[in-house]
């Protein structure tokens, strides 16, 4: 055989969209509340009600969460919440649930019985520039094929809520590029992006934590500072700075809501000098505070049972 034979026999090159998807919870609650004036995410989430009774609210639009179809709200879209008439307070929100693993069967047909309403979801990532995908909120049916990957992936999370084996892992991560894979490919066509600047992002979603100059990111492929930025505002509607910047709040984003580490090794793990420089910062970005986002995110001040 030829030496030089390096495994493919083709001549014509290939290239693949490059993703990453990461998982970030995946969990299986009841509810009786779920009541909140405004959610927005920079991740994705998979809702699966097994009951009606749910309520999503988008631009005015109100729409039910029905056991019949699979829901899924892609990043940044703004949205309320609640459940069957309850109203939605004026301020802040109203949780109130817990993992179903944690019940007793007679305690599980109780609270289905005052209302209570079973639900699967599931938040993760896919990189850029999947996650700049248009928002809104999808449903697809739920059918007797995405039914059986569902029970499957309950079962898991009532057997074990916190740990994950491999097979388990790549089970959801197949069910959601299953779900991804419904949308229409119009979805996904976001315009012809420079490779070098999608090299860059990768990159930068790789290495969020360092110090990342435009000098240093343009150095990486080869190019002039100025030219790079040029290309790079241009591929993204925004200047590098900005973008890096956005992708720390995002990631920190991330890790309030989905991590127990503290504000401080938060701020380390986004890229930030400290934790004062995060949330001056974090406040400019998101109009609330690092601790106050966390409170809201992880319901730890309301009647919640976790």
Known sequence: MDSSYKGDPSEILQQFPAFNLRLLCCR???????????QAFPYWRIYYNKQPGAYVVANGVEMELLPEYLYVISPNTH????????????????????????????????????????????HFTIGYPYDNATSGIYKFPFTDNLRKKVETIIKQIKTNTSQFD????????????????????????????????????????????????????????CMAKNSFAKIFKQTTGSPLHRFVQQKRIETACSLLAHSDMSIEQIAHCSGFLNRYHFSRVFENCMRTSPAKYRREITYSNHTFCK
């Open 28 to 38: 299986y609650w009841w509810l009786s509340n779920w009541e909140f004036r405004e």
């Open 166 to 221: 491999f097979r388990g892992y790549l089970f959801i991560q197949t069910f959601i590029c299953e779900i991804l894979s419904c949308f229409e490919s119009t979805h996904w066509d976001l315009g012809n992006k420079d490779v070098r600047v999608l090299r860059i992002i990768s990159y930068i979603e790789a290495n969020i934590r360092k110090k990342l100059s435009c000098d240093m990111l343009a150095e990486q492929v």
């Open 79 to 122: 949205y309320a919440t609640f459940l069957h008439s309850n109203e939605i307070p004026q301020e802040g929100f109203k949780m109130t649930g817990g993992r179903i693993s944690d019940l007793t069967s007679s305690e599980e047909q109780q609270l289905l019985l005052s209302g209570a309403v079973e639900q699967l979801f599931i």
